[in-house]
């Protein structure tokens, strides 16, 4: 390839970060799946900011990325933030998502808890409390409705890191 794209990103260390833990995939890992979620994530976040001059919702998204862990997030919550009514926050998550507010909201702590579980550092209860989850059981719970497994069987099988 002899030719590049400059792509201009807000928050570019961010994406710096997720690029080297994408790499520390590469160095020691044997886990294609996870390099292609984590390579999807940062193209799709890529997407999203390069869309945000037409998407009413980046503002509610920049805030969910930063803010996932705080458990009183919800509909009513994220409307007010956004200055619209409930029913337009479900709409325009319809139109550019294709799911409600609190799917998207779920998605993106099961995201941050696969993470979390992979790299191995935490307690099950820590990573519950940083998802958002009021308590360890509903977060155990809904990561095994979601995932399959039980974040202990998730932590196990994709560690990132093995001694």
């Known amino acids: 390839c002899d030719s590049f794209i400059v792509i201009p990103l807000e928050n570019s260390m961010r994406f710096i970060d997720d690029f080297k833990k994408l790499s520390n995939y590469f160095l020691f890992q044997d886990k294609h ?15 999203l900011q390069q869309t945000s001059l ?14 996932i862990s705080n ?13 619209v ?17 609190k799917q998207y ?21 820590e990573i519950s409390e940083k998802c958002g989850f009021l308590n360890p059981y509903h977060f155990c719970k809904t990561f095994k409705e979601k995932t399959g497994f039980t974040p202990s069987e998730y932590a196990k099988n994709n560690r990132v890191y093995k001694i």
Request: aromatic letters at 12%; glycine letters at 2%.
């Open 105 to 125: 909201i779920l998605k993106l702590r099961i995201q941050k808890a696969q993470f979390l579980l992979a790299e191995g550092m935490l307690t099950i209860t």
């Open 71 to 83: 458990p009183e997030i919800n509909n009513e919550f994220l409307a007010n933030k956004l200055a």
């Open 85 to 101: 009514s409930e029913v337009y926050l479900r709409k325009l998550f319809s139109i550019h998502f294709s799911t409600t507010p």
């Open 54 to 67: 037409h998407n009413p919702l980046y503002p509610i998204i920049s805030y969910l990325e930063d803010n």
């Open 33 to 47: 799946l996870e390099i292609l979620s984590m390579f999807y994530s940062l193209l799709i976040r890529i997407k």
